[in-house]
């Protein structure tokens, strides 16, 4: 199965901070990424999917990238409503579609 | 909209077994794949199993493959989650999620959760 190996495992920053989260795969995945927001008791929201594409109704200052085995999820500038853990979760080929470990973000 | 519903979950001995179910409205439920995953207390987000619209192709992970069984009523709108030989391991808080395609893909809506506790 495809390991994804995200980073960090938590982050703290500042309201209006640029945030960068990472995700690595273990082997090629091409541009299959999708990168989720989930908050405690909450369902996830997909956020991008295809690495790069953001869903619909998400706002614009989330944005994501990369291709192959090396990916990023960025917030351009965070908002007190972007308190969540995220995850990045990789879709090649055939299931299993493992998700990274998460990334729990908080404000300072 | 789309809504998805999930329900069964509860307690449970190890080795015993529970159904979950997850109702959906909202979209034509047969054009898309449906997928499970679950979270354990403390841990991520981790994927389960996942059935094409047609239901002829379905998948899980290594860690339930032989013990749970995925399954869908296109009548019904509803997918289920059989789970036999339940361990400790199995407690976690179970989505159902849509794809957004016939193909198992990645999910675009989710459900609440349905607790599953597995205890002796």
């Known amino acids: 199965d495809i390991q994804m190996t995200q980073s960090p495992s938590s982050l703290s920053a500042s309201v209006g901070d640029r945030v960068t989260i990472s995700c690595q795969a273990s082997?090629?995945?091409?541009?299959?990424l999708n990168w989720y927001q989930h908050e405690p008791g909450k369902a996830p929201k997909l956020l991008i999917y295809?690495?790069?594409n953001v869903e619909t109704g998400v706002p614009s200052r989330f944005s994501g990238s990369g291709s192959g085995t090396d990916f990023t999820f960025t917030i351009s500038s965070l908002q007190p409503e972007d308190i969540a853990t995220y995850y990045c979760q990789q879709y090649n080929d055939l299931p299993p579609y493992t998700f990274g470990q998460g990334t729990r973000l908080e404000i300072k | 909209e789309v809504h998805l519903l999930e329900s069964g979950g509860g307690m449970a001995q190890p080795g015993g077994s529970l159904r979950l179910s997850c109702a959906a409205s909202g979209f034509r439920f047969y054009s898309y794949a449906m997928t499970w995953v679950r979270q354990a207390p403390g841990k991520g987000l981790e994927w389960v199993s996942g059935?094409?619209?047609?239901?002829?192709?379905?998948y899980y992970a290594d860690s339930v493959k032989g013990r749970f069984t995925i399954s869908r009523d296109n009548s019904k709108n509803t997918v289920y989650l059989q789970m036999k030989s339940l361990r400790a391991e199995d407690t976690a808080v179970y989505y159902c999620?849509?794809?957004?395609?016939?193909?198992?893909?990645?999910?675009?809506?989710w459900g609440q959760g349905t607790l599953v506790i597995v205890s002796s």
């Open positions: 999620g849509k794809d957004w395609s016939m193909a198992v893909s990645g999910c675009d809506s």
């Open positions: 082997q090629d995945i091409g541009k299959y």
């Open positions: 295809e690495a790069s």
């Open positions: 059935i094409t619209g047609s239901g002829g192709d379905k």
